[in-house]
């Protein structure tokens, strides 16, 4: 991998990193359902009139938009809103990796490595310790949320396997039309349009302001530059090689919200932390098969932290 794609794969583990940042100042001036319809409106518009359609059948796209958009992000930003501290949600998403691995051996009878097994239980009991920490603090509900939140998104990995899409890029943008209605109709039940409507209505403040610029962060570097660069090294790298990248985007963003917004994770919770990243790396990542084998090439890896 050239030293380019290193420094542009890092480049990308800190947007994502810093998007959970974003999230953050968009919560405080949207209700979270709400912010969620904004998020992927302000994507879906563009996509449905200028990106080619990925040519993927329609209940694979509907799968990944319900898992990966309607569920994930419905789930985090509740998660969030309700107290999940922003640095442990970049951290407690990464659960969607193993949590991928266990559902293609359910679902897609995909054949499950002991080393895989090893990293999955080493995940588990870091995230446990981590909820335990946290249900000492009354915070236990939001952890809860955003294991849901990670275990919709493993839910939408399997239907991007079963798509199999030509372009990932164009698959991952249309996805972006299929959660503002339902997201939608979730908002006004949970929500209320007074709540929606309020939200809009006070943009002009120095909350709304800063809430817009989180926005925009969210859709133009969280998702449409991150996702491009990101998917531009998977086609030109062996995905072995950059999959490993976005563990960095925990580190990212506990650090970044350590500096920004004074978190301040427990000894124990830093320790649970490097127990669940290295058994997210353990458990995502495949043996490598002999040289004659791969082709020169190492074999797909589903570890990603895109947010």
Not at 158 to 164: D, F, G, N, P, S
Not at 190 to 195: D, L, Q, T
Not at 263 to 272: K, Q, T, V
Not at 287 to 307: C, F, H, I, Q, Y
Request: hydrophobic fraction near 55%; aromatic fraction near 8%.
């Amino acid at each position: 991998m050239p030293a380019r794609d290193r420094l542009l794969a890092a480049l990308v583990a800190v947007l994502w990193g810093c998007n959970f940042l974003a999230i953050h100042v968009a919560l405080g001036q949207f209700p979270p359902v709400f912010a969620g319809v904004l998020r992927f409106v302000v994507i879906a518009i563009p996509t449905i009139l200028f990106v080619p359609w990925p040519k993927v059948k329609v209940r694979y796209l509907l799968g990944y938009g319900l898992g990966f958009g309607t569920g994930q992000f419905a789930f985090l930003f509740i998660a969030m809103n309700t107290g999940m501290p922003t640095g442990l949600a970049s951290l407690v998403l990464q659960a969607s990796a193993p949590f991928t691995v266990l559902l293609g051996a359910v679902f897609l009878r995909e054949r499950v490595s002991g080393r895989q097994l090893a990293g999955i239980l080493l995940a588990v009991a870091g995230m446990a310790t981590i909820a335990w920490q946290q249900s000492g603090h009354a915070a236990l509900l939001p952890v809860i949320l955003t294991l849901l939140a990670a275990l919709s998104w493993a839910f939408g990995n399997l239907a991007t396997r079963r798509a199999a899409p030509e372009n990932p890029l164009h698959f991952t943008l249309w996805m972006s039309v299929v959660p503002p209605l339902p997201m939608f109709a979730l908002s006004l039940i949970m929500e209320g349009p007074s709540a929606q409507w309020h939200s809009l209505a006070t943009l002009g403040t120095k909350t709304g302001l800063i809430a817009l610029g989180g926005l925009a962060y969210i859709v133009l570097l969280g998702t449409i530059a991150g996702s491009g660069i990101w998917t531009t090294l998977m086609r030109r790298n062996p995905a072995g090689v950059v999959a490993p990248f976005s563990l960095l985007v925990p580190v990212v963003g506990l650090s970044m919200s350590y500096l920004v917004l004074d978190e301040r994770p427990s000894p124990l919770e830093i320790a649970a932390a490097a127990v669940v990243i290295g058994g997210v790396l353990l458990g995502s990542l495949r043996r490598r098969r002999p040289a004659a084998d791969l082709d020169g090439e190492l074999p797909p890896v589903e570890a990603t932290a895109k947010v």
